[in-house]
């Protein structure tokens, strides 16, 4: 294991090296890689970590940013945030959804833990109108659909066993929400556009979202924040909470996957020595074959 | 087919009554029981039991994904996150499936280059190399079929640039791309047709698959040495020989499988491509799956689109020339001290193909693309027309069962066949 992480370190160290240049020549700089409880073949989700991420997304990125393939049910599902039942569905009344009656006429209606997160706007092209041109991507599976160029040798490290890393979506949106800076001089940012680190190309529609302080988590039982609320924590806490939106089964996954390859090398070990059982009686003859029955023809 | 080994004997009266009216279980033991096998195959002569299972695999998880996937542009990407959500091991049957294509194409890569290495696609074996081939060409176009089903950025733009090069080829280009679309560009239409074929294509799969092994049961398996069966000593029956010892490679290679589905489900898929669909916003790299890359390569390296498209799809018809393409009468290459070091070139040339197929079309990427795609080509125009005729090859082993036992123990090798059957053309072995 420690062999295998100083391996690692040294490969990383070789891959940095050669994706220096590529940094320095405009690109944007690949975002740096945290600590995901969820990454490796053993990762959970941090239950408190995931609800403190839906905090930030319903209080912050959810005034603009749909989801909604993420239903409030959910969110008290096994291998999620762990609400209860009855918060999910307290949760869900707060917010209405629409409907047709039986006398066909469009109506309100609180929501039910089987409805989906409501959006922010009533459709795409409205939410495009509201910001600038352009819809906001969608939650549900935008850890998945992010991801950055690790390029060679990294990328073949990344797909192995312990060392592998399969959180860059989750990496990049962490990097993202922290990448907001001053352009460098020279740099005109035009009206609308902001200057993201992380960002391809640096200019970005959406504004720096969060500030310190902006979301007052709950306290723990000595009255003192149990986490920084800073920009950091709310960027790391949003990022996991998107992890388990596009990845629900993340959990269920992992676990089983242990279970299935202990399982196959178990049976692999055991295959094995029946096929040196069963060849061990190859010697110059054959059994169980007829020489002259199996002519040409 | 002949009669193998030790023939099917029915026991009861429906057995009898039934083998005389159909005798198919008799074809199933002659194929799979008695059927003779050399006994020095490797582990690399694995890979076809391997390919069966996976052929399996595919079909049986396609068809449950089938039963909740929505083939409609406005539908697709969101049944496919259904099933990822909601189904019951949905992410499991999904992550399988999108993870077994690739497996899929591992071992028949690993099958392909073990033919090619061991000259299996020699005399007697041509017809049987070319229904490989075709299979090949079937699983291509379903992979690429099935990766549009999720109608996700990379599904919908691969779709337009594979049916786009369709459209290069003369006269009936334009004909065959409106069949395919089902209208003036990629959509709903579009992707209707392409699952109805990613539903067809498998099972005509499963035909070449029956006719594949079937031409193999009639020549007989290649081995390591090349050389064919000389008597009983050589081989083994296949079951269960060669059952237990392909009973044990597939399982090791579901832990391969295995590791991929549970830990790295999206690392041979594309980030894009959980981005749905938007025919308004072209990704900045539109990029085939990986087993594509060498052939997307090669098309990209002519500047000419109808010479790419001739290109590529000449790369993969070049294959079924092999047989004939090959001067050697040696088959394996391990007795092929100059030849085998051409083929270790041609797998390091295809695999830097794969690379430069990842890779933006500028600069030296695309010089480089070039020197490869004509040292491919190369491969099978020169290099094995003329390496056959002027490398001196090792000598051979006497037999089988001398490579396996060593050259002390020599057998009597024309025991068990008949005299004239060792200076026949080898229709065995």
């Known amino acids: ?297 | 087919m002949s009669a193998h080994g030790t023939a099917y004997v029915p026991k009861s009266g429906l057995a009898k009554w039934f083998e005389s009216r159909l005798p198919l279980v008799g074809l199933v033991h002659s194929s799979f029981v008695s059927f003779p096998v050399p006994r020095n195959l490797n582990y690399f002569w694995t890979f076809g039991a391997i390919l069966i299972m996976m052929l399996g695999v595919q079909i049986a998880t396609g068809i449950w994904l089938a039963m909740h996937y929505d083939p409609s542009a406005n539908a697709a990407f969101n049944s496919v996150e259904h099933i990822m959500r909601d189904v019951n091991y949905g992410w499991l049957l999904r992550y399988m499936h999108a993870n077994g294509a690739s497996m899929f194409f591992v071992a028949v890569y690993i099958h392909i280059f073990r033919g090619l290495y061991y000259g299996s696609y020699k005399a007697p074996r041509e017809v049987l190399y070319i229904l490989g081939v075709i299979i090949y060409l079937l699983m291509m176009a379903t992979a690429f079929l099935g990766y549009t089903l999720p109608w996700g950025q990379m599904s919908y733009w691969g779709a337009t640039v594979i049916t786009n090069i369709l459209a290069a080829i003369p006269i009936v280009g334009d004909t065959i791309q409106s069949l395919l679309w089902g209208g003036y560009s990629v959509g709903s239409p579009t992707l209707n047709r392409f699952f109805s074929l990613h539903y067809l294509l498998p099972f005509m799969i499963v035909g070449v698959v029956v006719l594949h092994v079937w031409a193999l049961h009639v020549t007989g398996q290649n081995n390591p040495t090349g050389i064919p069966i000389k008597s009983g000593k050589d081989v083994v029956a296949f079951t269960p020989y060669a059952t237990i010892k392909d009973v044990f490679a597939a399982a090791v290679f579901m832990i391969f499988f295995a590791y991929w589905i549970f830990y790295q489900p999206n690392y041979l898929g594309h980030a894009d491509n959980y981005v749905p669909a938007n025919p308004g916003v072209t990704p900045k790299h539109i990029v085939p799956e990986w087993y594509f890359l060498p052939f997307y390569a090669i098309l990209r390296a002519v500047p000419d689109k109808l010479g790419g498209v001739i290109l590529m799809f000449g790369a993969v018809l070049i294959l079924a020339f092999a047989p004939w393409l090959d001067t050697s009468r040696v088959r394996s290459s391990n007795y092929r001290p100059i030849y085998r070091q051409f083929f270790w070139l041609f797998v390091i040339v295809c695999i830097i193909l794969g690379w430069l197929g990842a890779k933006p079309p500028e600069g030296g990427y695309v010089i480089a693309s070039q020197i490869c795609t004509a040292y491919y080509f190369a491969h099978f125009l020169l290099v094995m027309p003329l390496v056959g005729l002027f490398e001196t090859p090792n000598r051979l082993p006497g037999s089988i069962l001398e490579s396996v036992t060593g050259p002390g123990k020599q057998v009597d090798s024309g025991s068990g066949m008949p005299v004239g059957a060792a200076a026949a053309p080898p229709s065995k072995g």
């Open chain 1, 1 to 297: 294991m420690k062999t295998t992480r100083v391996l690692a370190a040294s490969l990383m160290a070789l891959g940095l090296s050669l994706t220096a240049a590529k940094a320095a020549d405009g690109h944007s700089p690949n975002p740096p890689r945290e600590n995901w409880s969820f990454a490796g073949v053993f990762g959970k989700f941090d239950k408190a970590q995931l609800q403190r991420g839906f905090q930030v997304y319903r209080e912050v990125c959810a005034n603009c940013h749909s989801m909604t393939l993420v239903r409030f049910r959910n969110l008290a599902e096994p291998g999620g945030p762990g609400f209860t039942a009855a918060q999910v569905k307290a949760l869900a009344a707060e917010y209405k959804v629409s409907e047709l009656n039986d006398n066909g006429e469009q109506v309100e209606r609180p929501a039910r833990p089987a409805d989906a997160w409501p959006s922010p706007f009533p459709n795409e092209k409205a939410a495009a109108a509201a910001n600038g041109g352009k819809a906001p991507p969608d939650f549900s599976v935008l850890a998945k659909a992010r991801t950055y160029e690790r390029g060679f040798p990294l990328f073949v490290v990344d797909a192995m066993p312990f060392v592998g890393y399969s959180e860059q979506g989750v990496d990049y949106i962490h990097a993202l929400l922290n990448g907001y800076e001053d352009p460098p001089a020279g740099t005109e940012v035009p009206a609308g556009a902001n200057y993201n680190k992380y960002y391809d190309g640096h200019l970005i529609a959406m504004a720096k979202p969060l500030s310190d302080g902006q979301v007052t988590y709950a306290k723990g039982e000595n009255g003192e924040p149990v986490v920084p609320e800073t920009v950091d924590q709310y960027s790391r806490d949003v990022s996991a909470f998107m992890a388990w939106a596009a990845e629900p089964h993340l959990e269920a996954r992992k676990a089983l996957g242990f279970r299935v390859i202990l399982f196959l090398i178990v049976l692999s070990g055991l295959l094995y020595y029946v096929k040196k059982k069963v060849w061990a009686d190859v010697g110059g003859e054959v059994h169980g074959l007829q020489p002259e029955l199996h002519k040409a023809g």
